[in-house]
């Protein structure tokens, strides 16, 4: 994409509806602070926004949290020149006729985007950047342009904060788990964040198997149940599973994101799951393995295809992320995947080096919306 219009300062209306997790918000915040910190002024709705107390306890100058109530309240509310709806949430018609309004008074264009979910699978290119001309409704006569994130740079990139890498440089492993508490002696360290992944059962084994001292550092939530239900099953039938203690746990506390970041970072595998910590564990640029978002039409898999594709992932890889993901013909007696990190190395690093040299999501959108204006 051409990078050529000055970027205006604008304020940005973004909105968000929880739907179950915390990657719509997650991703909407990050995004909210990436603008802002571009020199934006950002108001984020959002109809659930207790997890921001976790995740971003500090808040962030230039964003404003407002709740998304039903019906939205608009006292005091003028909407600013840029609506952005976040994975087809459906905004409010008070405040798309309040929007309207104020664009047929001030004779200023406007920039109504729908930033989409992200995928490796060939549409988001295609898709990215297209306008919908809203045909019915108060915002009848706009235009509504779809911005989709992704991998190449055909799309609308990933997002990125300008200092991440330095932050990166700055990192100090062994002082940020001491601060967490883990006590760290130099084992391997794997950080688990995950739905109930099918593969679970033979991650553990593999490790406890390996030969090599690891300690699983457990998100807390549905990771922490899911580990806790399967070593209980385990110890029931098979007490020896992990006789000789080669693999520990650590049960972590909900962190922030920078933490969640830092957590990446201190571990040398990361599992990670849904769409932000999977762009966060490419950022950390270390062995990972990604539970894909399940849905029930089961379009899932051929997403977590186009990404190993796109992954360049080694056959191991491939085969670790079916059994994770349950997308194996389940055989009890199967033997588990292998995990073999060391294999999993160069690819991760040969994609972090090809993103980095693409521009990063917000930056891409503030050229998209320069260009629209
Ligand atoms: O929570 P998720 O599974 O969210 C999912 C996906 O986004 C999926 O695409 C979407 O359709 C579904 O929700 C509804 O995983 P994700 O996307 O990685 O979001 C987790 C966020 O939580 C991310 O911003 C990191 C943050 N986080 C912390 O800040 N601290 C923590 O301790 C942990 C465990 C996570």
């Not at 100058?61 to 952005?84: C, D, H, Q, S, Y």
């Not at 006729?97 to 008074?105: G, P």
């Not at 084992?187 to 688990?192: I, K």
């Not at 894909?292 to 295809?305: C, N, R, S, T, W």
Request: hydrophobic share 45%; charged share 20%.
């Amino acid at each position: 994409m051409q990078c050529e219009s000055p970027i205006p300062k604008l304020r940005w209306d973004i909105f968000c509806r929880v739907i179950d997790n915390f990657g719509d918000l997650g991703v909407c915040w990050r995004l909210a602070c990436n603008l802002a910190g571009r020199g934006q002024t950002v108001r984020l709705w959002a109809d659930d926004v207790s997890a921001l107390a976790w995740m971003a306890p500090q808040g962030a100058p230039g964003v404003e949290v407002k709740t998304w109530t039903a019906p939205i309240n608009m006292t005091g509310i003028t909407p600013g020149e840029v609506m952005l709806e976040a994975f087809g949430c459906e905004i409010d018609e008070e405040f798309i006729a309040e929007y309207a309004k104020n664009l047929r008074n001030s004779g200023q264009k406007c920039a109504w985007i729908n930033l989409e979910y992200l995928s490796a699978e060939d549409f988001s290119a295609r898709c990215h950047g297209l306008p919908s001309p809203v045909m019915s409704g108060p915002g009848r006569g706009l235009t509504k342009y779809f911005f989709y994130p992704g991998f190449t740079a055909s799309t609308g990139g990933l997002l990125r904060e300008p200092d991440l890498l330095a932050r990166q440089a700055q990192f100090d492993r062994q002082a940020w788990l001491a601060k967490q508490g883990v006590p760290w002696r130099g084992e391997r360290l794997v950080s688990l964040f995950c739905y109930e992944p099918a593969g679970l059962n033979g991650l553990l084994r593999s490790l406890a198997s390996s030969g090599q001292a690891t300690c699983l550092l457990v998100t807390p939530g549905r990771a922490t149940a899911a580990v806790v239900a399967e070593i209980s099953g385990m110890n029931a039938l098979d007490p020896l599973w992990n006789q000789h203690q080669t693999l520990s746990f650590f049960y972590l506390p909900t962190l922030s994101q920078n933490d969640f970041d830092h957590l990446l970072w201190a571990s040398d595998v990361n599992f990670v799951r849904g769409e932000d910590s999977l762009v966060r564990a490419l950022w950390a640029g270390k062995p990972l393995v990604w539970q894909i978002y399940p849905q029930h039409d089961g379009v899932h898999a051929d997403k977590l295809e186009a990404f190993l594709d796109w992954l360049q992932a080694p056959a191991s890889l491939h085969a670790f992320h079916h059994q994770w993901n349950g997308l194996e013909v389940s055989d009890p007696a199967m033997a588990p995947a292998p995990f073999e990190p060391g294999r999993w190395r160069d690819c991760t690093a040969r994609a972090r080096a090809s993103l980095l040299v693409q521009e990063d999501l917000s930056t891409q959108l503030l050229h998209f919306v320069a260009k629209i204006l």
